[in-house]
């Protein structure tokens, strides 16, 4: 359809993997898994409910009768009961046992819980992998000198690998999160109208045992064994907030490295992939444009910006529930998984692809270079005799010469010629150029390197036997 507006999260960004998750498919499929469930357990807990019904409702868990329950609920105005009739409709024998004793929220909240949990998963495989990508980058250039930056002025030497360390130690702390995230998540559960299980417990005639068993049973069936101790209606929504704070953070991360992924481009000293027939700009063929990186940021925002919704929803629940929650999260929590699945996966491509120019690197450094050496220099000199402060101000004078010239005349940088032609240093030209090395101003950035993937990286990836993503990947 052309004549109506489609969600580009669907259309241009996100995976079919995510896609899928958040499909209705999925999400009835579940909800019909879920009726089973209880059906099954209340069956094995002494209720009046066949083999034979249970049997007819999986025989029909699949393939859903999206007609009669859109039409149906034209009519009645309430999805759960709309679909609870549409499966009445292909099973008749057990039309009068499904939805038993159950409020809607068994059925919606705790889909919602196993779809966000499938759909963490999905991003659990994605962030590991990004990790993984640029491990390889980081130890690869570990030993390129590179020039450091603070304020976005040129500061102390680093070194390629180990900037890539400050992108995936962000990763590692998402990753953090990730696992107390998982931790955390729990079905709602077979919890009743307002979390009391007054309905159930009237089925079990007061047995207050056999509701608590049911309800074990039922989460047991469906993969879990954790259950919210207690509810009202709903899950607690702050468990929205505490997911969206999640991918608020992947997003973030995220953001940081294709920003300085955007200006390294502008700097020429690391590019993103770029394909051989790709074109930069319509007007301007000779251009290179980073729009991976710009695609990164742009849907990172996104996503941080949507995490302040499930907030202000978790702080606005009246008491044991209220309805405002629900147009909400149908719109914030798909989209936000969705627009990082996007984000990942273009993190993916460009961590698998990036291409590093040393001979721009190099300049740059010769280009700032002697004035980070010039407190090695005053040491070396000092301690061949020269009076400290008599240097120091030689030094200062000739620095604000040397930048004179960069900055007004455009020319190189002559400030080590200029520290050279004078006697008070007590150095020969051949020691001042042993200093100029840019290995000697790294400092521990290759060893930190090492360490860091040692020790922090390395213990996350082990965990993982397969790091190769398979199927599609939309950037």
């Known amino acids: 359809m052309k004549d109506v507006y489609e969600n580009p999260l669907i259309t241009r960004y996100a995976s ?6 958040f499909s209705d498919d999925m999400k009835f499929r579940t909800w019909r898994r879920l009726w089973i469930a209880l059906a099954e357990a209340e069956h094995e807990m002494g209720l009046p409910i066949s083999q034979e019904q249970i049997e007819e409702l ?16 034209r009519e009645v105005r309430h999805d759960v009961m709309s679909h609870v009739y549409a499966y009445g409709v292909q099973c008749p024998n057990a039309k009068g046992i499904i939805h038993l004793g159950a409020t809607s929220c068994y059925v919606g909240d705790n889909t919602d819980i196993i779809v966000m949990d499938k759909a963490i998963s999905i991003i659990e495989k994605k962030l590991v992998n990004v990790i993984a990508r640029l491990k390889e980058f980081a130890l690869n250039y570990k030993d390129m000198p590179t020039l450091g930056f603070t304020h976005y002025q040129p500061a102390q030497l680093t070194t390629v690998g180990k900037r890539a360390t400050l992108w995936m130690q962000d990763l590692v702390m998402d990753y953090e999160q990730l696992r107390f995230v998982q931790s955390q998540i729990k079905l709602r559960g077979v919890k009743g109208t307002t979390g009391t299980q007054a309905s159930f417990l009237t089925l079990f005639d007061g047995n207050a045992d056999k509701v608590k068993e049911l309800e074990r049973k039922v989460a047991e069936k ?18 929205d907030s505490v997911v969206a704070d999640f991918l608020s953070s992947v997003a973030q991360s995220a953001y940081k490295f294709a920003n300085d992924l955007r200006l390294l481009q502008n700097l020429k000293e690391v590019e993103e992939p770029f394909e ?16 991976r990186s710009e695609r990164i940021c742009s849907l990172a925002r996104y996503i941080i910006s949507l995490a302040s919704s499930p907030a202000i929803t978790a702080s ?24 990082l699945d996007a984000v990942l996966n273009i993190y993916l491509n460009v961590s698998s692809g990036m291409v590093v120019y040393p001979k721009v690197i190099e300049k740059r450094i010769r280009e700032e270079l002697p004035f980070m050496a010039t407190e090695t220099i005053l040491m070396d ?28 005349e455009g020319k190189e940088n002559n400030l080590i010629d200029l520290i050279k032609a004078d006697a008070a240093f007590h150095m020969q030209p051949d020691e001042i150029d042993a200093i100029m090395d840019p290995r000697n101003f790294i ?19 082990e965990k993982y036997t397969d790091l190769s993503m398979q199927g599609e990947i939309n950037v």
Request: net charge positive.
């Open 16 to 21: 079919r993997e995510m896609a899928h998750t």
């Open 58 to 73: 999986k025989a029909h868990a699949d393939d859903i009768n999206y007609d009669v329950a859109q039409a149906r609920e």
């Open 222 to 239: 469906l993969g879990y064994d954790q259950v919210f101790a207690v509810t009202g209606q709903t899950y607690p929504r702050k468990f």
């Open 443 to 461: 400092g521990l950035a290759n060893i930190q390197t090492e360490d860091f993937i040692r020790n922090v990286a390395d213990p996350i990836l």
């Open 381 to 408: 000199a000092v301690k061949r005799g020269g009076d400290r402060q008599e240097l120091h101000e030689k030094i200062r004078e000739y620095s604000m010469q040397a930048g004179a010239r960069v900055k007004e």
């Open 276 to 291: 051989k027939k790709q074109i930069g700009s319509s007007a301007m063929a000779y251009k290179r444009n980073p729009m």
């Open 316 to 339: 606005t629940q009246w008491f044991e529930r209220t309805l405002d929650d629900s147009a909400n999260k149908r719109l914030v929590i798909p989209q936000a998984f969705m627009a």
